[in-house]
């Protein structure tokens, strides 16, 4: 029997080298999942329990290979359910090919049943690329750029296939005007700036006498290219959340994490530096960089579009991070006045001792810092971390010491809730040997995490380490959103809309077979990260937590504290929330 157009779509995706795809059934593309089963295999489908968590799971892949990711759904509901995930890869910058069906092509344009113009939808979460098949001879085309687009400009790309074509014969394009023969392959370039701006580049940074480094996910791969530059310089390092792996935390110059889930290190390095060095980062919010003017500019950026976005650069370099700063390294003069470097060490060292106090502070019944400050002591080697958003990721950012040769992500550019758990699940799939860690929210959990769960369930047998472990803080709240509605707006917690039901999330774990483990009490924190740790499968640590406890900023305005003070005195929890503020601002004086 010849190939169907099905048959040589997954032919041609493997020999672009894909191995896995995210996704859910359904009838619109029934001929692509026969032409999959037909395979036997060689390409693993990993059943999601919803298309958005297929994207998410996709897009982490991404992350966590720096290899394609893709995900499958069906047409109507199941296309339009992947856009979150999608934008979540497109925001962060990495590459998603999404492959949907759509109604039989006699039907199109009749208002049938499932039928959405796909092609406008998808429009801008994949305007890189995105086409819907018409004929067998357009296929092959079709999949090839759209692979080679999504893997070269590290973009969502998306391609649509009627499921009547999906069947049919495929056939090669004629030899004939109007057809084109694609082929596979790609190369990934080395992208290195001009020697002279490079030289230009040196010169700014020689000069400098306080020189700050900010780096991104863009840097993951540059760690020793950043740390040969960092102590030439005798520069500090702060991490952007989504360049958390780049540097690990013993090293006695990287601040932490940057901006409102940053440190008082991180914001100390900033203010006061003479010059800036931004490597691989779209770090948002430019009122935790330098004041403008005030310090001298170098950033290096992959993506032009990315350069001198977020602060004024005196020198721009398109470039890749590690080859840029390989290049950037012999014409920089090493600095022998330390005293910049002492003082970025006193000001790490000073923030860590904080943070640890801050994080053993009683609350009722838990502090949520402590179940982070635990784990991080406990860390196994070449743990994979992921976070969702949320008051937990204030936490993740803060509390969590990297190490080398750990990996974490999460939601960074559209910062989605519910990105955690099926990042966790990509993880493993991606790294079935190393230990993933999930933490997540209550609020999270509830909206989608908690389903995906029951896909680990699916799923861990295969694995080769059964070492899967989700935290959940269970506060009943949706505690960032309390927070930004006290300290941003002045507003005390409006109970209708931040409020959330009690849940027994490790009672869930339990009944379909994962191991369940509940805290309430501080003391029971670390043995049951050692529990978990140790489980043969895969586990849910639910902590009750105090709600109360402020993630405080860096740095506090005049203007957040008069709001606050405002919203304290009407807040339902006034009591709770003055007594825990005041323990943690008492910490961080």
């Known amino acids: 029997m010849a190939p169907s157009v099905g048959d040589f779509f997954w032919e041609r995706l493997r020999a672009w080298g894909v191995t896995r795809v995210f996704g859910y059934p359904g009838d619109g593309i029934n001929g692509l999942l026969g032409a999959l089963q037909r395979r036997q295999g060689d390409i693993e489908f990993v059943q999601a329990r919803h298309e958005e968590m297929a994207a998410f799971m996709a897009s982490a892949h991404a992350k966590f290979t720096g290899e394609l990711g893709v995900c499958l759904a069906t047409s109507g509901p199941g296309a339009s359910h992947l856009l979150t995930g999608l934008y979540d890869a497109k925001l962060d910058h990495v590459p998603v090919l999404a492959v949907v069906g759509q109604q039989a092509r006699t039907a199109l344009g009749a208002h049938y049943q499932q039928e959405i113009d796909l092609i406008s939808m998808f429009k801008d979460v994949a ?68 020697e002279e701006d490079l030289r230009r580049a040196a010169e700014v940074l020689n000069e400098g006498s306080k020189v700050a480094m900010l780096v991104g996910a863009g840097a993951l791969t540059a760690g020793p290219e950043v740390h040969a530059v960092a102590e030439a310089l005798g520069a500090g390092v702060a991490k952007a959340l ?38 691989g980062s779209g770090f948002p919010y430019s009122e935790f960089l330098p004041p403008e003017g005030v310090a001298r500019g170098v950033q290096i950026d992959l993506d032009p579009t990315m350069l001198s976005l977020r602060y004024p650069m005196e020198v721009n370099l398109t470039g890749d991070s590690a080859e840029t700063l390989r290049a950037l390294v012999p014409l920089l003069k090493p600095k022998q006045d330390r005293t910049w470097r002492n003082t970025i060490e006193k000001s790490v060292a000073s923030s860590w001792k904080v ?21 991080s002591q406990r860390l196994p080697h070449g743990a994979i971390l992921t976070s969702d958003s949320g008051s937990c990721a204030n936490w993740f950012a803060r509390d969590i010491k990297m190490r080398e040769g750990m990996m974490a992500s999460l939601s960074g550019g559209l910062a989605s809730m519910g990105a955690a758990v099926p990042y966790a699940i990509a993880a493993k799939f991606a790294h079935p040997g190393r230990p993933v860690i999930a933490m997540v929210g209550d609020g999270a959990m509830q909206m989608n995490n908690m389903a995906e769960l029951i896909t680990v369930a699916k799923y861990w047998r295969e694995w080769t380490s059964p070492t899967w472990i989700c935290l959940v803080l269970n506060n009943q709240d949706l505690n960032q959103v309390t927070w930004e509605q006290r300290i941003m707006e002045g507003n005390p917690k409006f109970e209708a809309s931040q409020n959330i039901p009690n849940v027994p999330y490790h009672r869930f774990a339990e009944m379909i077979g994962l191991k369940g483990i509940f805290v309430d009490n501080p003391d029971s924190i670390g043995p049951a990260w050692d529990m978990a740790l140790a489980s043969g499968v895969p586990s849910v640590i639910e902590v009750r937590t105090d709600p109360e406890v402020p993630p405080m900023p860096p740095h506090i305005t005049f203007k957040q504290m008069r709001k606050f003070v405002a919203s304290a005195a009407r807040d339902p929890e006034r009591g709770g929330v003055l007594l825990n503020t005041a323990r943690q601002v008492l910490r961080g004086s």
């Open 127 to 194: 305007s890189a690329f995105v086409q819907q098949a018409t004929v067998p001879a357009q296929v092959r085309h079709l999949t090839d750029r759209a692979v080679r687009t999504a893997i070269g400009q590290r973009k969502v790309t998306a391609l649509i296939f009627p499921n009547d074509l999906q069947e049919m014969p495929y056939e090669d394009p004629p030899r004939a005007h109007g057809a084109v023969f694609s082929g596979v392959g790609y190369s990934r370039p080395r992208v290195i700036p001009a």
């Open 242 to 279: 989504l360049g958390k792996a780049v540097l690990p935390d013993d090293l006695p110059y990287v601040t932490g994490s940057i901006g409102l889930l940053g440190t008082s290190a991180s914001w100390d390095l900033m203010q006061d530096c003479d010059t800036l060095l931004m490597v």
């Open 355 to 375: 943070l640890e106090e801050r994080a053993m502070q009683p609350a009722d019944p838990i502090n949520p810092q402590r179940p982070f400050w635990e784990l």
